[in-house]
């Protein structure tokens, strides 16, 4: 077989590759949308005749619906997301997407949410996020800061889109917290994060008076698990006894390098009677959309380390003085 053979086979099985890794999208387009949405408290319902302490659950964000990249990221997603249960050996009570379900909040692209959470086998419960248009929501998912139990364990989901919790916020989430403390375990979902999962000097959480409120507050109830999204990465911190999981990569374009936590993904947490565990999943762009966008995000990252090192999007600067007034005063925390 002659070397131009080999070239031109390889490269026709190379395109049929590609080819083939783009046909879930085609299928997601002309499918029909779903006559019903299920919202979150419909799912909420659904975890009522759960019985036993044995169980687990499916948590991403991030998903960002609306855009060829991202829903096509997420279907793959989906696909290894229905089979976590093949084993039958710990059952999958529900998702809980932690924000961020459409790209920039147009009816469109909550369209293609309810289509994903349509593919999706198990109930999903879901998190506003600061690109999800707070009405169209409502009209779509419905409820935007409940809580509720399952099993033996107790779920609180809060509204921070727009980067905080106020006062109001903080008496309610206090009393669910109080109402948390008669069951065996307690998790909370927002879609910000409490910490900077990725230090960017546009993203200052450290420093914020309510972020520091929250991680006490959830240190003293002893809540097991925060999961939060935003950043488009994979991130772990623990504050006070608390593992805070920042799970942002499920479909959006990952901005961040693979080896800080910039890729996709989702993570599966287990329950067994009174103790927690999680495993994080990493999943592999679908061939077109590596090629396109992955390979190349990794090279400029690549190149970069020659002259040196920052955000591909931004270099990181050197921030001057404190980054808040007073912020370094003991009044300030309290």
Not at 70 to 92: C, G, S, T, Y
Not at 175 to 198: C, M, N, Q, S, W
Not at 280 to 295: A, C, Q
């Amino acid at each position: 077989m002659s070397k131009s053979l080999i070239k031109r086979t390889l490269l026709i099985i190379f395109l049929v590759l590609m080819g083939y890794s783009f046909l879930p999208l085609i299928r997601f387009w002309i499918m029909p949308d779903p006559v019903k949405t299920v919202k979150n408290a419909e799912a909420v319902k659904q975890l009522g005749e759960n019985k036993g302490s044995y169980f687990s659950f499916i948590v991403f964000g991030d998903n960002h619906a609306g855009l060829w990249f991202n829903d096509a990221a997420a279907l793959k997603e989906i696909w290894h997301i229905n089979r976590e249960d093949r084993f039958l050996k710990v059952p999958i009570d529900f998702v809980l997407n932690t924000g961020d379900v459409s790209l920039n909040g147009k009816r469109k692209h909550f369209e293609n949410y309810r289509k994903i959470v349509d593919l999706i086998k198990f109930p999903v419960v879901s998190a506003i996020g600061n690109h999800d248009d707070r009405a169209l929501f409502e009209e779509f998912i419905g409820d935007k800061e409940f809580a509720f139990a399952d099993r033996n364990s107790y779920f609180i989901v809060l509204d921070n889109e727009e980067g905080q919790l106020t006062e109001e916020q903080f008496f309610w989430l206090e009393e669910r917290l109080k109402e948390g403390k008669g069951y065996a375990h307690i998790f909370v979902t927002l879609h910000k994060p409490p910490f900077d999962p990725y230090q960017q000097e546009w993203y200052n959480m450290d420093n914020s008076p309510w972020a520091y409120k929250f991680r006490k507050l959830c240190g003293e109830y002893g809540v097991d698990m925060i999961f939060s999204g935003h950043k488009h990465m994979f991130k772990e911190e623990g504050f006070d006894g608390v593992k805070y999981v920042v799970t942002g990569g499920g479909g959006m374009l990952t901005e961040i390098p693979d080896a800080d936590g910039g890729f996709l993904h989702y993570i599966r947490v287990m329950v067994n009677n009174d103790y927690v565990t999680y495993e994080i999943r990493k999943i592999s762009p679908p061939l077109w959309e590596y090629v396109t966008y992955y390979f190349w995000k990794e090279a400029v990252y690549f190149v970069r380390n020659f002259y040196g090192t920052g955000y591909i999007f931004g270099g990181n600067k050197t921030v001057k003085g404190i980054r808040a007034k007073d912020v370094n005063e003991r009044e300030y925390w309290l």
